[in-house]
């Protein structure tokens, strides 16, 4: 096999409608585009969304709220997540996301560590916030949480 050999696979590719090109086309004379009109001119046609006049969907149904764009985001890990790894473990974002612990959230803001489930291993927590519940689950198996400021 050579590079100049190859080529798709058969009916992989069609070619192109050649509109305007004569009767025996098919496609000849209007071009598929029918007689006169808005969509038989150049350039024809309407906006997406508009409904010939009628007010559009888009301004019939009703907003609500508003999306904050200063909101803080962070990564959930529940206590449950880090009940199976080993004694002595320092759990931090990097940690937890190297380890597949959680999902990554867009523009975060740290790691938050919530109290769902139990933990029986003293760990080294490291995290932006801590739920009270978690807080106290994880200093009752002997570990610390300590809360980062910079977050």
Known sequence: MRIDTIS???GART???RLGRGIGSGLGKTSGKGH???????????????????????RRIPKRGFNNKFRKEYVIVNISALADLPAGTVVDYG??????????VKNNCGLKVLGDGEIKVALTVKAAKFSAQAKAAIEQAGGTAET???A
């Open 148 to 150: 980062l400021e910079n």
């Open 8 to 10: 798709p696979a058969e």
């Open 95 to 104: 940690f937890v996301m190297e380890n597949g612990l959680c999902k990554a």
């Open 15 to 17: 070619s192109e409608k």
């Open 36 to 58: 006169k009109g808005q969509w038989a001119r150049s350039g024809g046609g309407v906006r997406p969304g508009f409904e010939g006049g009628q007010m559009p969907l888009a």
